[in-house]
């Protein structure tokens, strides 16, 4: 198969090649109760290996040319990258028509099922549990934004796609959508993916992907992160749908910031370190991409290393002033232009 060639070319350094066969036996037969999770392109599933008594991730693609696409977007850009915030890639396999990808396992799950527990699941996240998510999370996309040989977009960060390890260590996960960037081109992306909520205005408005479009879902992030609420949720005991940055924004334009913190912490936080937090958050989801900081600046605030960003007390109405010639916006078919 001229695929499997390809990548094994590709991959001889680093992830190894599995098997079908000890894939399909470590899930049981890729079992409905192996499942742990759902990818951007098909189901997650936990593997144990018997002959080692590893643990794995297995995710396995959906069979259409997207997954495949997918499939070999995420392998090419995970193989050759190394940050201990990332979910390392232990290895591949392409038998059989079927695409899969072999993961650590991360022992706690996601973070969203962890912000938003089901009533029985009873571990809190810790205030410094959270800290260290949102300065964790900040380096591994300083890594993909700026260390890296060729800049990576992740394109769709969301709390669905950050792992907890055994000590509740963020892993950025799903590179399902990520595209590699030349640091120096123009950077061009029509498909519009991810998640609504997580996505900013000028990507839902011209599905243009930038290191400023995940700055903006890493702000979302921190804000779900420091409430315990989601992007979008409906209004107890109304119909009405709140966004999360207007509501955060709301209540700091009259001087009431900290009544966003999460009330399943009690309070037990320093009142200026929650502050500092909510407030990196809505600098990162500023409706103009321009007034967002770095992720590195994000970094250096974080770590007391910089001085926080000064935020309008009112959110600014919506403007495109991003870096984008107007070649870019009407480069594409008619269905990118804006009325």
Request: glycine fraction near 8%; aromatic fraction near 8%; hydrophobic fraction near 40%.
């Amino acid at each position: 198969m001229k695929v499997e060639k390809c990548l094994k070319a590709e991959i001889l350094t680093g992830p190894r090649e599995f098997s079908y066969k000890e894939l399909y036996a470590a899930t049981r037969g890729f079992h409905s109760s192996r499942i742990i999770g759902r990818g951007a392109f098909g189901n997650v599933y936990k593997a144990v290996f018997f002959s080692s008594g590893a643990i794995g991730a297995v995710k396995r693609s959906k069979h259409s040319h997207e997954g495949k696409t997918e499939f070999l977007a995420e392998l090419s850009i995970i193989a050759g990258l190394r940050h201990k915030n990332l979910v390392q890639l232990q290895g591949w396999c392409a038998e059989k028509g079927e695409l899969l990808l072999v993961y650590d396992f991360m022992p706690n799950g996601s973070l969203d099922k962890l912000l938003h527990p089901d009533p029985e699941n009873g571990i809190l996240l810790t205030w410094s549990h959270r800290q260290n998510i949102a300065i964790g999370l900040a380096s591994v996309l300083a890594y993909l934004h700026q260390e890296c040989e060729q800049q990576v977009i992740h394109r769709d960060i969301k709390t669905s796609n950050i792992m907890l390890d055994g000590n509740f260590n963020p892993r950025l996960g799903d590179f399902g959508l990520a595209r590699l960037m030349d640091h120096d081109k123009s950077p061009i992306s029509t498909l519009t993916a991810g998640t609504m909520g997580y996505l900013a205005p000028e990507y839902l408005q011209y599905g243009k992907a930038t290191e400023k479009t995940d700055v903006f879902s890493y702000g979302v992030v921190i804000l779900e992160v420091a409430c315990g609420r989601r992007p979008i949720e409906r209004e107890v005991n109304s119909q009405k749908m709140v966004n999360l940055v207007d509501w955060v924004w709301g209540l700091y334009g009259q001087g009431k910031i900290i009544e966003a913190a999460d009330k399943s912490l009690n309070g037990a936080f320093k009142e200026q370190d929650m502050r500092k937090l909510l407030l990196v958050g809505l600098s990162c989801a500023h409706p103009d991409s321009a007034e967002r900081p770095s992720i590195r600046r994000v970094l250096q605030i974080l770590n007391n290393e910089a001085d926080p960003i000064p935020v309008p007390k009112m959110k600014p109405s919506l403007t495109f002033s991003c870096s984008l010639t107007v070649e870019d916006l009407v480069s594409d078919d008619e269905e990118s232009k804006t009325t």
